[in-house]
């Protein structure tokens, strides 16, 4: 499996290079100190983790669509929703 094109292009335009990336299954990303696991989950339910805490964020997946704007509004997306929870884990 690859890191589509679209996403490549788009995080660089914020100058974030993720060509040298590949998508991961859940089970290659866990381990012990694991404590939050954020779902990107819109047409499927969201994997459980026992013993960390979860996030849903039923976000549309953009695979398909050759329009990078459809790109380019999910990674703003993420990148609010990220800072947010920052914000949210900052504060406890």
Do not use: T
């Amino acid at each position: 499996m690859r890191v589509r094109p679209e996403a490549i292009s788009v995080m660089k335009e914020i100058g974030i290079d993720i060509s040298g990336h590949r998508p991961k299954h859940l089970q290659d990303a866990l381990g012990p100190d694991v404590a939050l696991v954020v779902g990107l989950c819109a047409e499927e339910a969201c994997p459980v983790v026992p013993g960390a805490q979860s996030e849903h964020w039923p976000l549309r997946d953009p695979a398909g669509s050759a329009d990078l704007n459809v790109y380019r509004d999910l990674r703003d997306e993420l990148q609010r929703r990220i800072a947010e929870l920052i914000g949210r884990l900052e504060a406890v």
